[in-house]
């Protein structure tokens, strides 16, 4: 193979490691693209990842270095015009960018550490050894002139020049004191610079070394690519970590919105029933009651009625548990006032294992209340309302389901308040009980699934 011959098979290695390193780099340097434009186009959600602007800034220019290096090592010992060229704008770039990169890392130091902690002395140090690399980039200026730090032979050889050390020497100087740096500022600075600047030290370091003992391949493009590597899969998991703590947090503020939206209507409820006086109601319902005794179905009646109010009244404020079969007491007055209504339309079939368990009040009366409603009542033939309460394991599981027979003809209105008292039955079993409320409609009719971890009322 030319190439090969051409090269060698140490330099024919490198350039192979190091297109693998720019395939993965524009990987990185991509995703890295979509999460800021996602940032971008999602601007209610607030979650910024520090240094991704920085981290991509760094993958780009050392994918122009890596290009750079692999198209000087392809085209050297080739002495067309093009070759020429070619080689002699790429090694220039070469260095162009290892100027830029270093000076960058020096520029983080002084933003993110100097300047956000105020750091004095640092500020000055770091912009001393910024100046100082204003010599390598004069030599690097005037290299195409006099070959300062490198010049090519009449075989388009690249060879280093007598001033290279200088700015090798330099480079090393500038990784030293970065990771000197990080030993002295370790504990105050922001954890995830922390590990870009281990890794950004300490890795090129290894690259050095290695260098020195074999020279045949030059492991400091190598080194900086899996730095590059290391930093990306350490970026992702602070996201990753960063997004799971938002969640938690957004999370925790709509509970505590839900749990002040849930108190605010109780007070509301309060200051409502205060105003009404339940007891003066109640009291009236008994006193017409009394005179109904020769009427039996107006008797029974007006005591279900009674029964359903002072329900309500108590639930209004209660933040205690009642049992289910006191739940069911409710449910069944509240069922007999609804059969006065709807008679042979509206039928209830019940299938309950156990009824020995805790539940907020008015937690499964509202959903029936709908189920009847909003459900059976917009059948022309009416429906059945099934109540079945199963326990599973430790779960307990109370099932609403209508089932509509006929046309279905809802009115606006019940259309508009088919979700009445929903989010706050909800609420009460999310904040008194840790149970959940699911809502699973069908062309039939609909299903209100509570589940509750199982408490007996022993």
């Known amino acids: 193979m030319e190439l090969v011959e051409r090269i060698g098979v140490n330099l024919f290695i490198q350039v192979i490691i190091e297109m693998w390193n720019g395939i993965f780099l524009l990987i990185m340097i991509f995703s890295l693209i979509i999460s800021i434009r996602d940032n971008r186009k999602n601007k209610h959600i607030d979650i910024v990842i520090p240094f991704t602007t920085d981290i991509l800034v760094f993958y780009i220019a050392l994918y122009i270095y890596n290009l750079c290096n692999i198209m000087g090592i392809v085209y050297e010992f080739k002495t067309d015009r093009i070759s020429y060229w070619i080689v002699h704008i790429a090694v220039f770039v070469y260095y162009v960018i290892g100027a830029f990169q270093t000076l960058f890392f020096l520029q983080l130091v002084n933003r993110y550490i100097a300047k956000k902690y105020r750091f004095r002395r640092l500020k000055i140090l770091t912009n001393i050894l910024q100046l100082m690399h204003i010599v390598p980039v004069a030599f690097l200026i005037a290299t195409p002139f006099n070959g300062a730090l490198y010049y090519f032979t009449e075989k388009n050889e690249y060879i280093r020049g007598d001033y290279f050390y ?152 209660d933040t205690e548990m009642i ?35 805790l539940i907020p009040s008015l937690s499964v009366q509202p959903l029936v209340e709908n189920a009847v409603r909003h459900g059976v009542a917009t059948y022309e033939m009416g429906g059945i309302v099934n109540i079945n309460v199963k326990k599973i394991e430790d779960k307990i599981y109370i099932d609403i389901i209508d089932r509509g027979f006929g046309k279905n003809n809802p009115t606006p209105q019940q259309i508009r308040r088919k979700a009445v008292g929903i989010e706050n039955v909800r609420a009460r079993l999310r904040l008194m009980a840790g149970g959940n409320l699911a809502i699973i409609g069908n062309e039939n009719g609909t299903t209100a699934r509570i589940t509750l971890l199982y408490n007996s009322e022993h």
Not at 243 to 250: D, F, P
Not at 338 to 357: A, M, R, T
Request: hydrophobic share 45%; net charge negative.
């Open 323 to 357: 049992t289910f079969e006191e739940e069911m007491e409710n449910i069944e007055a509240y069922l007999y006032l609804e059969h006065e209504n709807y008679g042979e339309k509206l039928k209830v079939e019940y299938d309950i294992e156990l009824d020995d368990f």
């Open 166 to 317: 200088v700015w090798h020497i330099l480079s090393i100087g500038t990784v030293i004191f970065i990771f000197g740096v990080f030993l002295m500022y370790r504990k105050k600075i922001d954890s995830m610079l922390k590990q870009i600047m281990v890794i950004l030290t300490v890795v090129p370091v290894i690259g050095f070394i290695l260098n020195t003992s074999y020279s045949y391949i030059s492991f400091n493009n190598i080194c900086v690519s899996v730095a590059a590597l290391l930093i990306f899969l350490m970026y992702e998991k602070y996201k990753n970590d960063m997004i799971i703590k938002n969640a938690k947090e957004l999370l925790t503020v709509q509970e505590e919105l839900a749990k002040n939206k849930y108190d605010l209507e109780k007070t509301k409820n309060e200051a409502l029933i205060a105003q009404i006086q339940p007891h003066f109601i109640n009291n009236s319902l008994m006193a017409i009651r009394s005179r109904c005794r020769n009427y039996p179905e107006i008797y029974e009646s007006i005591t279900n009625f009674s029964r359903y109010l002072r329900s309500h009244f108590e639930a209004i404020g």
